[in-house]
C-alpha cells in the first residue's frame, strides 16, 4: 500500500467516525421525541379512561382515543429508528474494526 492509499483510508476512518457521531447525536434526539410523545400519549390515554363512558363513545372520546392510538404508532415507529440508528452505528464500528 502506498502512502496516497494509507492517506485515503485514515481520512475515510475520520469521516466515518464524524458520521458515527452524528447517528449517535441523532439517535438521542430521537429518543428525547420519543419520550415526550410517548408522555402526551399516556395523558391523552388517561383522560380518556377517567371520562365517564358515555362521553367516551361521543365525537370527542373517539378523538381522545384515535390520537392515543396514533401517538403509541408514532412511539413504535420511533423506536423502530432508533433500533435503525444503533444498528447503523453498530455496522460503522465494525467496519472500523
Not at 65 to 84: M, P, R
Request: proline share 1%.
Amino acid at each position: 500500500m502506498n502512502k496516497a492509499t494509507r492517506k485515503t483510508l485514515a481520512d475515510f476512518t475520520v469521516q466515518i467516525e464524524a458520521i458515527r457521531d452524528q447517528l449517535a447525536d441523532v439517535q438521542g434526539q430521537i429518543e428525547s421525541i420519543k419520550d415526550q410523545v410517548e408522555a402526551v400519549g399516556e395523558e391523552e390515554r388517561e383522560k380518556f379512561d377517567n371520562m365517564p363512558e358515555s362521553l367516551q363513545e361521543g365525537d370527542r372520546g373517539q378523538a381522545m382515543q384515535e390520537a392515543a392510538d396514533t401517538l403509541e404508532s408514532a412511539v413504535s415507529e420511533l423506536d423502530d429508528a432508533i433500533n435503525g440508528v444503533e444498528s447503523a452505528i453498530a455496522s460503522i464500528e465494525t467496519a472500523m474494526a
